[in-house]
């Protein structure tokens, strides 16, 4: 039955004997006591304060509206629905065309009212690419090729400083038998429920790649394994002579961990990913570090790609990218993603990550030159439209990848792939060019 304060909410009931009161049912999407937490509504609820109409009053309406096309196109799709999600996109492009200024201040939202800054708009490019696809109707019977992506997880041993006394000036690093030794571990958020968050941020990176790229010919398997070795982490000033700022390198490309993980999982893995902890969570109660930020004194820089294990793709970085983040970056100040946030992220950071390497599998089309160049939009081919990264993606799928001779499909399961190192301490403020 329907609630009677909230036009959206509706109650189960316990069986069909109980008198129905209502004058009349509405038809809909409604969200039932006991049905799973709506997504959109814990987001907007979260970061929009008490303003009305469940926190949305604190957003600008055009940023509402992508993002709800975002989650409810992309709900719409593992539905199933695959019209009805394309036909969301399309009349969310009706009134914001895509590739135009209008999506300028509709990215400049993202990240103003606390939430994680990662918009909406690649998102559902990637949702729409993925239904346009399944309704063209040019679907394999069953895929040509299976593969395996595994996620590695790996602890850290470092020396944690305990005060900047710690570091030697003259050269950068620690001091001999300074600090104190430690084997650092995840958080919980990482290793519950099967590492649901893990799955949660990789389903939509893994479906695109099905279906938009591979064009249905090829089915990826996830696993998530945790590593016995432990990743070396070091710690550094930024600059020599100077505290303040401090640095952590953890040894890419981790061979102590990747090249020791079982036969089996070497043998059956194509891809992986390979995530670490974060280490300055572990600093939050020595007072010269309290009050440092990520980015402005702490260089952690937390993802990237590279390769590994006799030349198969690797995906790096670590648990802050999966999880959460600091509160304006104030390390200690840590909070967990809502699931929207992850979402929207994921959907950002790992295009782009996939991107890097797709353009390795075809530098005949100079796709990627030199490092990141679609962010110059003079240095766009003559035929792509639009003006931010993804339009730039999107036009290198259609216009160059799925018509090269050789499909991806056939590319990018290989080995020993040209790829433009890529590392990237953060993707923020990046989405349009020109």
């Keep these: 039955s329907l609630s009677s304060t909230n036009p959206n909410k509706c109650f189960l ?28 509504d814990t987001f907007f609820d979260t970061f929009g304060g008490e303003t009305g109409n469940g926190g949305r009053e604190n957003f600008t309406a055009e940023y509402v509206e992508a993002i709800t096309t975002a989650i409810e196109a992309e709900d719409l799709f593992y539905a199933g629905l695959y019209k009805e999600a394309k036909n969301m996109v399309e009349d969310l492009w009706a009134k914001y065309p895509n ?183 572990e600093l939050v109660n020595y007072p010269d570090f309290q009050g440092l930020k990520d980015f402005d004194n702490i260089n952690a820089a937390w993802g990237g790609t590279g390769g590994c294990c006799g030349g198969k793709a690797m995906w790096f970085g670590n648990e802050m990218g999966w999880t959460g983040e600091n509160t304006d970056n104030l390390l200690g100040d840590f909070r967990y993603f809502t699931e929207v946030e992850t979402r929207l992220w994921w959907a950002t950071l790992q295009q782009h990550e996939l991107y890097h390497y797709l353009f390795g599998l075809y530098p005949e089309f100079g796709l990627e030159a030199t490092g990141h160049m679609w962010f110059d939009r003079s240095r766009w081919p003559a035929d792509f439209v639009g003006l931010y990264e993804k339009d730039y993606f999107h036009e290198a799928l259609y216009k160059r990848l799925l018509t090269a001779p050789i499909p991806p499909y056939e590319k990018i399961l290989q080995k020993d792939v040209r790829m433009m190192s890529d590392v990237d301490p953060i993707l923020e403020d990046k989405g349009m060019v020109g």
Excluded at 29 to 38: A, D, F, G, I, V
């Design 99 to 281: 590739g135009t200024n209008v999506w300028g201040s509709i990215m400049g939202q993202a990240g103003k009212h606390g939430e994680k800054s990662a918009d909406p708009y690649p998102l559902i490019r990637m949702v729409e690419d993925m239904a346009s696809f399944r309704l063209a109707g040019n679907i394999p019977a069953s895929p040509k090729y299976r593969a395996t992506i595994t996620v590695v997880l790996a602890r850290a041993q470092t020396v944690l400083p305990t005060s900047w006394d710690d570091f030697d000036l003259e050269l950068g690093g620690m001091k001999q038998n300074a600090g104190v030794s430690k084997v650092v571990g995840f958080n919980d958020h990482m290793i519950d429920d099967n590492h649901k968050v893990i799955r949660d941020s990789l389903i939509t990176w893994i479906a695109y790649i099905e279906n938009a790229v591979a064009q249905g010919n090829i089915d990826f398997d996830l696993k998530v394994i945790e590593a016995d070795d432990t990743v070396k982490c070091d710690f550094s000033l930024e600059e020599p002579g100077k505290t303040g700022k401090f640095r952590i390198n953890c040894g890419y490309p981790f061979d102590d961990v990747m090249e020791n993980l079982p036969e089996d999982v070497i043998a059956d893995t194509h891809w992986y990913f390979m995530a670490y902890p974060y280490i300055p969570k």
């Design 13 to 40: 009931r316990t069986n069909q004997n109980q008198q129905v009161t209502e004058e009349y049912m509405q038809y809909g999407s409604k969200t039932c006591q006991l049905s799973r937490e709506n997504a959109l």
